[in-house]
T-cell receptor
Framework: DGGITQSPKYLFRKEGQNVTLSCEQN?????MYWYRQDPGQGLRLIYY???????QKGDIAEGYSVSREKKESFPLTVTSAQKNPTAFYLC????????????FGQGTRLTVV | LAKTTQPISMDSYEGQEVNITCSHN???????ITWYQQFPSQGPRFIIQ???TKVTNEVASLFIPADRKSSTLSLPRVSLSDTAVYYC??????????????FGAGTRLAVHP
C-alpha cells in the first residue's frame, strides 16, 4: 500500500545525544515536511523540501537538521543543540504544492531522559 | 503571508450541525483553502479543500464567500468520533513557488453525548 511511514513510533534520548527520525514515502510526492507538536498546541514547521537535494528552514529550524538525498526519504536529526527536544514529531508529504493537500505519517514521540 | 484565525475551541452535542469559521483576510489569488482533522497522537488528515463558493464531500461541506476572506467548515450531524482538532490552511507562498504548509493552533471541537 502507498503511504508515508515514520519510525520509530517512540524514541528515548539521553541529553547531549543526536538522534535521527526516519520518514519514508512511496507516494511519489515531491514535497516533504517536518513538524513539531507540543502537548495541546498546533503544528510548527521545522523544515520542508520541495525537491531532492533542496530544503528550506521552517519557523523553528534551530537545533535540527535534515537531508533530502532521495525523493522517498526525508530524515530529521535532532541535535544536542535543541534545548527542549521532547515533543511529537510529524512528517508529511504533498502531491501538489499548489493545492496544499498533504499526507501525514503516524508520528514519532521523542522523549529526552 | 495569508494568516488564518479560528476559534480556539467549540462544544457541540451529538446529532447537531457544527460550523467552524476561519478568517484569512490576506488570502492571495492562487491560494486554496484546506481543512484538516487531527485526533490525539495521530497525524492530521485532509478533510476538504476549496477555492470558491461551496464544496461538499462525504465528510463535510466548505462554504467560501465571494471575497474569499473567510471560510466555514460545516460538519453535519456530528458524533462523538468527530471530537478532534480542526485546522484551516491557506497556501503560503515563498517566491519561487514553495508552499510551507503553515498550520495555526486549530479549533478544538468537543462533541458531548
Amino acid at each position: 500500500d502507498g503511504g508515508i511511514t515514520q519510525s520509530p513510533k517512540y524514541l528515548f534520548r539521553k541529553e547531549g545525544q543526536n538522534v535521527t527520525l526516519s520518514c519514508e514515502q512511496n507516494l511519489n510526492h515531491d514535497a516533504m515536511y517536518w513538524y513539531r507538536q507540543d502537548p495541546g498546541q498546533g503544528l510548527r514547521l521545522i523544515y520542508y523540501s520541495q525537491i531532492v537535494n533542496d530544503f528550506q528552514k521552517g519557523d523553528i529550524a534551530e537545533g535540527y537538521s535534515v537531508s533530502r538525498e532521495k525523493k522517498e526519504s526525508f530524515p530529521l536529526t535532532v541535535t544536542s543543540a535543541q534545548k527542549n527536544p521532547t515533543a511529537f514529531y510529524l512528517c508529511a508529504s504533498s502531491i501538489d504544492p499548489l493545492k496544499n493537500e498533504a499526507f501525514f505519517g503516524q508520528g514519532t514521540r521523542l522523549t529526552v531522559v | 503571508l495569508a494568516k488564518t484565525t479560528q476559534p480556539i475551541s467549540m462544544d457541540s452535542y451529538e446529532g447537531q450541525e457544527v460550523n467552524i469559521t476561519c478568517s484569512h483576510n490576506n488570502i492571495a489569488t492562487n491560494d486554496y483553502i484546506t481543512w484538516y482533522q487531527q485526533f490525539p497522537s495521530q497525524g492530521p488528515r485532509f478533510i476538504i479543500q476549496g477555492y470558491k463558493t461551496k464544496v461538499t464531500n462525504e465528510v463535510a461541506s466548505l462554504f467560501i464567500p465571494a471575497d474569499r476572506k473567510s471560510s466555514t467548515l460545516s460538519l453535519p450531524r456530528v458524533s462523538l468520533s468527530d471530537t478532534a482538532v480542526y485546522y484551516c490552511l491557506v497556501g503560503d507562498w515563498k517566491s519561487g513557488g514553495y508552499n510551507k504548509l503553515i498550520f495555526g493552533a486549530g479549533t478544538r471541537l468537543a462533541v458531548h453525548p
